[in-house]
């Protein structure tokens, strides 16, 4: 067999191509001829096929997905745009590793312990305008005071016109531990690298690693500062205990990794301690 004809079995092992050329009554000729829409075709079909929305679109074109077209006697190819991304689009709200029946949707208590708070996720709903640099929020305190549910009303709310992940950490790092390598890892760090507003729920409960603090974390968080993508955290730590926690790993010491991690923080969120009282009790 030689390279031609090699390069046309190839062809044929896409069964949609393989449709589209024995309904459009292509010759081995016109196939050699139109052999480059045709590859085409077959590479964007392996990118769709994996993806069928459950990861970045791979796309050149972001958002479409391409077919075959015999027109004027010649093949070419044309974009339409994808169901699943479109659907993916509508779901402004992506809660990963989260209880679905944490809604938000009780009422919001408002007393003076929740000023301060209160104040801020008012000052960045005021202040964000997609592309330009707004301080997230970094809020802690102790277990129970309301710190994830306030801020997942102001997440439901920016979600009404912005892409939104929320995001329960712990989970996430021992999902991430589990899933490296595969797809679902690369698809998960895309998620939270690109998101609108990125919510990361309970940091520094989590058994953390080298890998996940400089590979994951860090590497999240350099990319949304630099292309001004606002992060919000919650904690029982303080950023001084988080920076304890960011230092000392289960298998390391490296304070100028945590302390590098921590001002990162610091530049992107500012910091809310919440008093109040435990409302689980």
Known sequence: MNKIDELIKKLYRDEEVAKFIEENNLGQEDVINFYGPLSM???NNVICNKCLGKIPCQM???GMKSYLEFYNNRVQIVNKPCPYYEKHQRT?????YFPEEMSGEQ?????PERAEFTKEMIRFQKE?????F???IYVHGPFGNGKTFMILKLAKAMAKKYRVVFVYYP???RKLKSSFGDSDFEYTINTLKKADILFFDDVGAENTTPFIRDEVLGTVL???MFSNLPTFMTSNLSLEMLRKHLQETSSDVNHMAGDRLIERIRYMMNEIELIDKNYRL
Not at 92 to 96: A, D, S, W, Y
Not at 107 to 111: A, D, K
Not at 128 to 132: D, L, R
């Open 60 to 62: 050149h074109e972001i």
């Open 107 to 111: 009422e919001l208590i408002t007393n």
């Open 134 to 136: 707004v301080k997230g």
């Open 128 to 132: 964000y305008k997609k592309g330009s």
């Open 171 to 173: 989970d996430l790092v």
């Open 92 to 96: 402004n709200l992506e809660m990963l």
């Open 222 to 224: 350099q990319y949304r």
């Open 41 to 43: 075709q077959v590479n």
